[in-house]
Structure formats: structure tokens, C-alpha cells
T-cell receptor
Framework: DAGVIQSPRHEVTEMGQEVTLRCKPI?????LFWYRQTMMRGLELLIY????????DSGMPEDRFSAKMPNASFSTLKIQPSEPRDSAVYFC???????????????FGPGTRLLVL | EDQVTQSPEALRLQEGESSSLNCSYT??????LFWYRQDPGKGPEFLFT???AGEEKEKERLKATLTKKESFLHITAPKPEDSATYLC????????????FGIGTKLQVIP
């Protein structure tokens, strides 16, 4: 079975450019999460979607960040304009859905390593 | 604010030398305590979920246990392939609660 798919795997861009990260969740999963991982702060939740609807975007750093989920099999995280402090690894994760027990176990993609020069 | 602390930050073991990793958390009610393994350059890989104090789960050389305020990941007779960063995370109870991750423990097992 295919896991969570992310693209690109690596992105190097210059400050001020627009960056778009893509995610395809596991088929049948209704919840999708975007995380950012840095050495200093570890994994931080940016935004959580349930059934394609944003439920919690309190972790989105500022207006430069936006996320969409137009359908159950695709999500994007966009940074515009990008800044050097946005350099990090961005992970997408999915789970069966909100509920109890193992439904909420999150499965992670391989991540996108972003470097903003 | 709910917090999770992992210790030690790094651990170096000889092959076969058993040890434990600690995860302590402060939350009023716990829905789930999660353990993940992360290899360099990869995403976190799910290991276990624990739901209540006293619960234990095992997988190969790993055993996770849970008390009211902390969880342990016991590694028995580790092998070099167990080298990774182990992440602990918790989710509070009551409506929507996000999963909060610790910084992780970086384990190195030397042959």
C-alpha cells in the first residue's frame, strides 16, 4: 500500500520566491496534517484538515503561509514570499479520522527539505 | 500549557546493552501517548499508541509502558539497526486536541 506521498523531496529557493509543497494522503484517510520540523523546536503542527476542511490553523506562522485541500487526495502548503527562517523539513501526515483509538494514529510522509537562501 | 519532555537527549549503547528512554508529560487528561521512530532523512514511523496507565505494548526488542505522568520505551539487547531518533507525543482528552511531540532521543547502538 502506498503511504503518504510528498513532493518535492528537496527544494532550494531564493528569498522572496513562492514555494509550493504537495501532499497525497493515504487513501481512505479523512484527516491531514502539515508539520514543520527544526532542530530547535522539533515537530510543530501547522494546520489540520478533517474531511478537507481546515479545523486548526493556529500553528501557521503568519500570513505568508497558506494551505489548501481541494479534495480528499491532495493538499498543498504554500509559502509566499519565502524567507531564510522558513528553512526546515515539512512533513505531511494523515489519519483515518477524528475519533477514538487507533483511528487517530498519524502516518507521516517522507518530508520536503526546504532551504531558502 | 501542555508539555512533553524526553530524556536523555542522546544515548549511546553497546550492542546488547539494554536501556530505557523516558517521556514525561503534563496534561490534565490523556487520550493517547504515541511513540515514533525517525531515521535520518525520513519521516517518523509509527511504533505504539498507549491509552491508559498500566498499559504495555511490545514490538521485537521494544516495549513501551505508561504511567499517569510518563512513558518509557525499553530497548532490550539493542542492535545497530535500532539506531534512530525516538519521538514521543501525546494527545489530550476532551474534544479536538492536537498531538504534541517531544524533541526526541537520539539513540546510537555501537557494534
Amino acid at each position: 500500500d502506498a503511504g503518504v506521498i510528498q513532493s518535492p523531496r528537496h527544494e532550494v529557493t531564493e528569498m522572496g520566491q513562492e514555494v509550493t509543497l504537495r501532499c497525497k494522503p493515504i487513501s481512505g484517510h479523512n484527516s491531514l496534517f502539515w508539520y514543520r520540523q527544526t532542530m530547535m523546536r522539533g515537530l510543530e503542527l501547522l494546520i489540520y484538515f478533517n474531511n478537507n476542511v481546515p479545523i486548526d490553523d493556529s500553528g501557521m506562522p503568519e500570513d505568508r503561509f497558506s494551505a489548501k485541500m481541494p479534495n480528499a487526495s491532495f493538499s498543498t502548503l504554500k509559502i509566499q514570499p519565502s524567507e531564510p527562517r522558513d528553512s526546515a523539513v515539512y512533513f505531511c501526515a494523515s489519519s483515518l479520522g477524528a475519533g477514538q483509538g487507533d483511528q487517530e494514529t498519524q502516518y507521516f510522509g517522507p518530508g520536503t527539505r526546504l532551504l531558502v537562501l | 500549557e501542555d508539555q512533553v519532555t524526553q530524556s536523555p537527549e542522546a544515548l549511546r549503547l553497546q550492542e546488547g546493552e539494554s536501556s530505557s528512554l523516558n517521556c514525561s508529560y503534563t496534561v490534565s487528561g490523556l487520550r493517547g501517548l504515541f511513540w515514533y521512530r525517525q531515521d535520518p532523512g525520513k519521516g517518523p514511523e509509527f511504533l505504539f499508541t498507549l491509552y491508559s496507565a498500566g498499559e504495555e505494548k511490545e514490538k521485537e526488542r521494544l516495549k513501551a509502558t505508561l504511567t499517569k505522568k510518563e512513558s518509557f520505551l525499553h530497548i532490550t539487547a539493542p542492535k545497530p539497526e535500532d539506531s534512530a531518533t525516538y519521538l514521543c507525543a501525546f494527545q489530550g482528552s476532551g474534544g479536538y486536541q492536537k498531538v504534541t511531540f517531544g524533541i526526541g532521543t537520539k539513540l546510537q547502538v555501537i557494534p
